[in-house]
């Protein structure tokens, strides 16, 4: 019997850049999945250290695209997607662990839910198993001011996983450590902003799908454990430019005129409090950091407009409805003076959101056998 008949295709496609010493671990997890139909695809950014050679050698099933240098997150991912030919894709970090049924949760939900555009599963941590991780943990939200935050860790408060984010729900975003992308979303809205280069680009691509009435799930079922700081550290000086030099680029992208004429200059004195308390604790590259990210955006407002202009014109969806999973405060105040350090803090306090974290009910079968993928609504 043909076990992936009736099964659509999986693209799994992996960006490597100098990361042989993670690529054992996440190739070998991937050997051991149970969902029979997959591609595995990684795209190396012209790694000098061997990377290519090790994975021809012990990985032949993988498919290699070499990009001819660094290109970064955003156009090196865009590169592999342009040649995967699966009907859903999971672009996934390298420095990943999967769990062997980590396929076959969202497949179900995707197959049940013709409007889900992109899906993430659970991301614990690699060095703390028992514990979610930092950038993704179960799924994306902004606040009011257009600061990301996920379930499970609000700034450097990270939950244990007691279960307690089991339910699949909806989300604003979904983390670039591990999702999963509809190949007929992508093709109708685009792909990764290759402006972006890295951070962030993951919420850019996912306001757009929600901009055009796609929706956004996590599906925790599925698991995954994630190296934190792996790539690059989170304490990083560099990782904080990019932060937030792509999170103004994506509001003054993305936002309606009224919500940015609103947003944007009651945000700013937010981000020069951050800086002044870099400078105070003597951190000084953070505060070089912010500055270099607000040089380079008020030095791209061309790029930036030409942008927004593209986003704006081809939208389907209003800010209000886009706002239902938006945090009504300030994930700022909130922690730092109120003392929340946990997402449920936060959906207690806010009723609309609350209101609309519609969770997806959906049975699915973890164990695929013969050539069906049970799954209703």
């Not at 970090?93 to 992109?118: G, I, K, M, S, T």
């Not at 975003?173 to 007929?184: P, V």
């Not at 990083?236 to 009224?258: A, D, E, I, Q, V």
């Not at 449920?344 to 993928?373: C, M, Q, V």
Request: glycine letters at 6%; aromatic letters at 12%; one cysteine or more.
């Amino acid at each position: 019997m043909n076990r992936t008949a009736g099964l659509p295709l999986v693209t799994i496609l992996t960006l490597n850049y100098n990361g042989k010493r993670f690529l054992k671990n996440l190739f070998d997890s991937l050997r051991s999945c149970t969902y029979p139909n997959l591609e595995i695809i990684m795209a190396d950014n012209a790694s000098t250290d061997d990377s290519v050679n090790f994975v021809q050698s012990e990985y032949p099933e993988v498919k290699i695209l070499r990009n001819a240098e660094n290109y970064m997150f955003a156009r090196g991912n865009n590169e592999g997607l342009k040649i995967a030919n699966g009907k859903y894709i999971c672009v996934i970090n390298n420095d990943v662990e999967v769990a062997p049924d980590f396929v076959e949760p969202v497949v179900a939900a995707f197959e049940a839910n013709p409007h889900l555009a992109a899906a993430q599963p659970k991301i614990l941590a690699m060095q703390q198993r028992n514990h979610l991780e930092y950038s993704g943990a179960c799924g994306g939200f902004i606040d009011w001011f257009g600061y990301p935050f996920v379930r499970g860790r609000l700034f450097q408060d990270i939950e244990k996983d007691d279960g307690q984010y089991d339910q699949p729900c909806g989300l604003f975003w979904a983390s670039g450590a591990c999702i999963f992308l509809r190949k007929t979303a992508i093709d109708a809205v685009g792909v990764f902003d290759e402006d972006f280069m890295m951070h962030m680009e993951e919420i850019d691509l996912c306001w757009r799908l929600r901009l055009n009435g796609w929706d956004i799930g996590a599906f925790p079922a599925s698991k995954i454990w994630h190296h934190v700081g792996g790539t690059l550290n989170k304490d990083n000086p560099r990782k904080m430019y990019w932060n937030y030099r792509n999170n103004l680029f994506l509001l003054m992208k993305n936002l309606s005129r009224k919500n940015l004429l609103i947003r944007i200059p009651m945000r700013m004195p937010l981000d020069f409090l951050a800086l002044a308390v870099e400078t105070a604790k003597g951190r000084l590259g953070n505060s070089a950091a912010i500055l270099r990210a607000y040089k380079w955006v008020f030095s791209h407002l061309g790029l930036i407009l030409r942008k927004r202009r593209e986003v704006q014109r081809s939208r389907t969806v209003s800010d209000e409805t886009i706002f239902e999973r938006v945090y009504s405060g300030s994930i700022v105040f909130e922690y730092f003076v109120l003392g929340k350090r946990k997402f449920s803090d936060l959906r207690a306090a806010d009723p609309l959101l609350a209101k609309n974290l519609k969770p997806f009910e959906i049975k699915y079968s973890r164990n695929i056998t013969g050539a069906t993928l049970s799954n209703e609504r």
